[in-house]
């Protein structure tokens, strides 16, 4: 059964890349820690520029930011449940738990409404309740929403990283579901991976 049934565009595999496009998937292993390219980068494998575009901002987000790596991810999972992409929600769910979120809070992710249904401290729900709003109706957010953001204890260089990592994920979740890859969860390679016990120096090196 062909696993990328329904997808709007040509996928590159690995094997036939060649030129830039082989260039670009290796840079993709390398960004992600993982031995193979994950399907959401060989979406736009038929557009090297694109490719390289969204190589740049993966790499930013996840391997160069100031938040804790699991506070990245839990947004980036957060935000493809706001928008209901199986497949983003299991790949950064993956991810969270490697960077030391628990299986439980996973698990609230996925059934989760709200926020307010996550198992996290309150300093953490006023971010994602403001990330929500982000995603469902930017054009709404008040000075009020960002101070009651800053009196939660995040500074505005914190919420500038998360609104980008936010942002970010609004673009693929849409980019994802729009080009017919976003269905299940289960069409994400990284989501049937097994968590490790110990993530080892290449994920705690990512995490810094």
Not at 91 to 100: E, S
Not at 130 to 152: C, F, G, N, V
Request: aromatic share 8%.
């Amino acid at each position: 059964m062909d696993g990328n049934a329904g997808v709007r565009v040509p996928l590159i595999d690995e094997a036939d890349a060649t030129g830039r496009v082989a260039e670009l998937y290796e840079r993709a292993k390398k960004v992600t820690s993982l031995d193979f390219v994950p399907d959401m980068f060989r979406l736009v494998s038929s557009r090297p520029e694109l490719l390289e575009t969204m190589l740049a901002g993966y790499d930013g987000v996840f391997n160069h930011g100031k938040l804790p790596r699991q506070t990245r991810e839990l947004i980036s999972s957060w935000t493809s449940k706001v928008n209901q992409c199986p497949y983003c929600v299991g790949t950064h769910n993956f991810f969270l738990q490697v960077f030391g979120g628990s299986e439980e809070l996973a698990r609230a992710i996925d059934a989760a409404d709200s926020p307010d249904d996550l198992p996290v401290d309150e300093r953490t729900r006023v971010l994602l309740r403001l990330l929500t709003k982000l995603s469902r109706s930017a054009y709404r957010i008040t000075d009020d929403d960002w101070e009651t953001a800053l009196d939660a204890g995040w500074t505005a260089d914190d919420l500038l990283e998360a609104f980008f990592c936010a942002a970010l994920f609004n673009f693929i979740t849409r980019l994802v579901d729009g080009l017919g890859l976003g269905t299940t969860v289960t069409r994400s390679r990284i989501s049937q991976q097994e968590v490790p016990d110990d993530p080892g120096p290449s994920a705690a090196a990512a995490a810094d």
